[in-house]
């Protein structure tokens, strides 16, 4: 159930960051920054998706591994880009509040796992 959760919410996820990263780049101009953003905050979803069909609980935990790297390293692009004022406070409150949600699921997830 975790995991379908887990699975719907980074989709959603993605989404946004689609949506953020068409509008940065048709407004701003900005295209370096914005693709990092688009780039790592996909590939937690990906991730997630690929860990569905892992072989072993090893890769399972490695697939969702690379999820939560990929998830605190979307964080960073979002800080990044709110900061250098490509992204508006409310968005960026927004998209640091369901990606914090997805690392604690993601964490919750792996030490389940290894236990």
């Given at each position: 159930m975790k995991e379908s959760i887990l699975k719907t919410k980074s989709y959603d996820f993605a989404l946004k960051i689609?949506?953020?990263?068409k509008s940065i780049s048709s407004k701003h101009k900005e295209y370096t920054l914005s693709r990092q953003l688009l780039r790592s905050g996909t590939s937690i979803g990906a991730n997630i998706r690929e860990a569905e069909f892992a072989q072993s609980n090893k890769e399972f935990i490695s697939?969702?591994?690379?999820?939560?790297k990929e998830a605190n390293e979307t964080e960073y692009w979002i800080s990044l880009l709110k900061d250098s004022n490509y992204l508006d406070s409310e968005t960026s409150k927004t998209l640091i509040f369901a990606n914090k949600e997805l690392i604690k699921m993601l964490v919750s997830t792996i030490n389940t796992m290894k236990s």
């Open positions: 689609i949506s953020v990263y697939k969702m591994s690379i999820a939560l």
